[in-house]
């Protein structure tokens, strides 16, 4: 892993910890913040012990957005430099869109702008329930436009027309009914929530979830017709590769998979016994 001045990234077994670090600046992007968040997540992404990633920000701030100081430093911009900018950005929202192991937002604050745009491109979004948000673009004369496609995907036409077109603050339930946040508690519940997900997502086969995530991505791109068809197919590999077995052989034999991390083995006994009444129900 590459060293890094304006984000941190911790390991902690199979998951990463990543933290955008630049609290005098309210974790805002600059130049380089763009970048090295692309470099870490093309990092991450090679790593294939890895399952789990966790992107915060230090301080009481999620992200801000763009850095305005760094903005205003070159001014007046031309386009070309301005056009370079725009795809700097979209290059990086898309690396973490893509990473291939699940990526959780432990947004602690607010985020404005671009920090929506981090938010959107996580898949799976816990907020302190004092996070405040806006879409606060307009209100400088700019446009969200590099964010807007992910905003769009996530949270809806409705809601990038609302609050695009108002630029007004809104609070963590509002962005929990658009679908931009996930879980919304209290900001000293934060972090038992992210171990919750964590505990979770270390139940699930390691493969079977990039393989699923992958899914879901190509989905998007697929007419109804392509998808009934990737359906079985895909289905059909999973369950003949060999997590499949094993995952199946330890539900029989009443023990955990070889993949189950062993902080998660009472609630994984749980679910097995839970799952075990259910199908002898059925």
Same mark, same amino acid.
């Given at each position: 892993?590459?060293r890094?001045?304006t984000?941190?990234?911790?390991?902690?077994g199979?998951i990463?910890?990543?933290?955008?670090?630049?609290?005098e600046?309210?974790?805002a992007?600059?130049?380089?913040?763009v970048?090295e968040?692309?470099e870490?997540?093309e990092?991450l992404?090679?790593?294939?012990s890895?399952?789990?990633i966790i992107l915060?920000?230090?301080?009481p701030?999620?992200?801000a957005g763009?850095?305005l100081?760094?903005m205003q430093?070159?001014m007046?911009?031309l386009?070309?430099p301005a056009?370079?900018d725009?795809?700097h950005?979209?290059?990086m929202?898309?690396?973490?869109d893509?990473?291939?192991?699940?990526?959780?937002?432990?947004?602690?604050?607010p985020?404005?702008?671009?920090?929506l745009?981090l938010m959107?491109?996580?898949?799976i979004? $816990?907020?302190?329930d004092?996070?405040?948000f +806006?879409?606060s673009? =307009?209100?400088l004369g700019l446009?969200p *436009?590099?964010?807007?496609?992910f905003?769009?995907?996530?949270?809806?036409e409705?809601?990038?027309?609302?609050?695009?077109l108002?630029g007004e603050?809104?609070?963590?339930s509002t962005?929990?009914?658009?679908?931009?946040?996930?879980?919304?508690?209290p900001?000293?519940?934060l972090?038992?929530r992210i171990?919750?997900?964590?505990?979770?997502i270390?139940r699930?086969?390691?493969?079977?979830?990039?393989?699923?995530?992958?899914?879901?991505?190509?989905?998007i791109l697929?007419?109804?017709?392509e998808?009934?068809?990737l359906?079985?197919?895909?289905?059909a590999?999973a369950r003949?590769?060999?997590?499949a077995?094993?995952?199946l052989?330890?539900? $029989?034999e009443k023990?955990?998979?070889?993949? +189950?991390?062993?902080? =998660?083995?009472?609630?994984e006994?749980? *679910?097995?016994t839970?799952?075990?009444v259910v199908?002898?129900?059925?």
């Open positions: 892993m590459r890094f001045t984000l941190t990234v911790e390991w902690d199979a990463a910890r990543v933290t955008l670090n630049r609290p600046r309210r974790n992007f600059d130049d380089r913040m970048t968040l692309r870490a997540f990092d992404a090679h790593e294939p890895l399952r789990e915060t920000g230090a301080g701030v999620f992200c763009a850095d100081q760094w430093s070159a007046p911009i386009e070309t056009m370079r725009a795809h950005l979209t290059r929202l898309r690396t973490i893509e990473c291939p192991c699940p990526v959780i937002a432990r947004v602690q604050g985020a404005f702008g671009g920090g745009g959107a491109v996580c898949d979004v $816990v907020a302190a004092d996070a405040t +806006a879409l673009e =307009a209100r446009i *436009a590099v964010i807007a496609p905003l769009l995907r996530k949270a809806g409705s809601f990038l027309r609302r609050y695009g108002s603050t809104f609070c963590a962005a929990q009914r658009f679908n931009l946040v996930h879980d919304v508690v900001q000293s519940d972090d038992d171990a919750d997900l964590t505990d979770a270390m699930l086969a390691p493969c079977a979830t990039r393989e699923s995530k992958s899914f879901f991505h190509r989905m697929l007419s109804d017709k998808r009934m068809a359906g079985p197919e895909s289905n590999r003949c590769a060999p997590e077995a094993e995952g052989r330890a539900f $029989v023990r955990l998979p070889s993949w +189950a991390r062993p902080r =998660a083995q009472k609630q006994q749980e *679910a097995l839970s799952d075990d199908l002898r129900r059925t």
